[in-house]
C-alpha cells in the first residue's frame, strides 16, 4: 500500500520560511508526478507546485518567486521550500503523487495518492 507522509508545516510570522516534505512509502517503482495543493476551508483544493518525472515543474501565480519545488526521486521524496510567506498561505498543505506505479500483493498497481495534510498558518 502506497502511502505519503508529509511534515514540516506549523506557525510562521509573515516574511518568514518554511520547508515542507513529502515521502511516499510502499513498493513503488515509478511516480510521474509530485506536487503540493492546499486547501482553506470554503475554498476549492488549489494546486500550489508539481514536478514531473521530465523534470517540469509548475507553480500558481501567486508563490511564483517565493516558493520553490524540488524532488529527490532516490527516496520518493518532494519537497516545497516556502519563502516570504504571507498570511494568504495560510491552509493545510496536501501532497499528491499521481500515476504511482507499484506492485501490491503481487499486483502492478497504477494509482494517484493523497497524503494526511500538514497546516501552515502564517500570523504575527
Known amino acids: 500500500q502506497v502511502q505519503l507522509v508529509e511534515s514540516g508545516g506549523g506557525l510562521v510570522q509573515p516574511g518568514g520560511c518554511l520547508r515542507l516534505s513529502c515521502a511516499a512509502s510502499g513498493s513503488i517503482f515509478s511516480i510521474n508526478t509530485m506536487g503540493w495543493y492546499r486547501q482553506t476551508p470554503g475554498k476549492e483544493r488549489e494546486l500550489v507546485a508539481t514536478?514531473?518525472?521530465?523534470?517540469?515543474?509548475n507553480y500558481v501565480d501567486s508563490v511564483k518567486g517565493r516558493f520553490t519545488i524540488s524532488r529527490d526521486n532516490s527516496k520518493n521524496t518532494v519537497y516545497l521550500q516556502m519563502n516570504n510567506l504571507k498570511p494568504e498561505d495560510t491552509a493545510v498543505y496536501l501532497c499528491?503523487?499521481?500515476?504511482?506505479?507499484?506492485?501490491?500483493?503481487?499486483?502492478?498497481?497504477?494509482?494517484?495518492?493523497w497524503g494526511q495534510g500538514t497546516q501552515v498558518t502564517v500570523s504575527s
Open positions: 499528491n503523487a499521481r500515476n504511482v506505479h507499484s506492485i501490491r500483493a503481487g499486483v502492478h498497481v497504477i494509482g494517484d495518492y
Open positions: 514536478f514531473t518525472s521530465g523534470d517540469i515543474t
